[in-house]
């Protein structure tokens, strides 16, 4: 096996490949995809693989705030999000919500901005340099 960049000849290769998986294929040519490896195994492609530039909602909200002020202060926070976002020609915001995060902030979450569930299980990798 060996390891190549991805040429954009190989873009029908990778689409044959993915027809094994259950969603939609990407747009390989967007620069949010910011690196694209092919595996070869006997000149056959095996394997695909790209690094998803992505922008992460990291929100610290003070409890001590009434509702309103808190659900306002959230308001402005994800307008900005979006704005900015949209200026770097990315197409989605993610929010990382752990095990005791209140169920009610992840209802607002869901039902005032948008956020949904992934339709898988989100791992993440800490890399230590």
């Given amino acids: 096996?060996?390891?190549?960049?991805f040429k954009l000849e190989d873009l029908e290769s990778v689409q044959e490949l993915h027809k094994?998986?259950?969603?939609?294929?990407?747009?390989?040519t967007n620069p949010i995809y910011l690196t694209k490896?092919?595996?070869?195994?006997?000149?056959?492609?095996?394997?695909?693989?790209t690094l998803k530039l992505l922008a992460e909602a990291?929100?610290?909200?003070?409890?001590?705030?009434?509702p309103l002020i808190r659900l306002?202060?959230?308001k402005s926070l994800f307008e900005q999000a979006k704005f900015r976002t949209r200026i770097?020609?990315?197409?989605e915001i993610i929010a990382c919500v752990y095990?005791?995060?209140?169920?009610?902030?992840i209802k607002i979450l869901e039902q005032e901005f948008g956020f949904s569930k992934c339709a898988g299980q989100v791992l993440t990798q800490r890399l230590s340099w």
């Fill in 99 to 105: 095990n005791d995060t209140p169920k009610t902030f």
């Fill in 58 to 66: 990291i929100t610290l909200v003070d409890y001590n705030a009434s």
């Fill in 37 to 49: 490896g092919i595996i070869e195994s006997n000149g056959k492609i095996i394997a695909f693989g």
């Fill in 1 to 5: 096996m060996i390891f190549r960049e």
């Fill in 88 to 91: 770097l020609g990315l197409d």
């Fill in 72 to 74: 306002n202060a959230l």
């Fill in 20 to 28: 094994q998986f259950n969603y939609p294929m990407i747009d390989v």
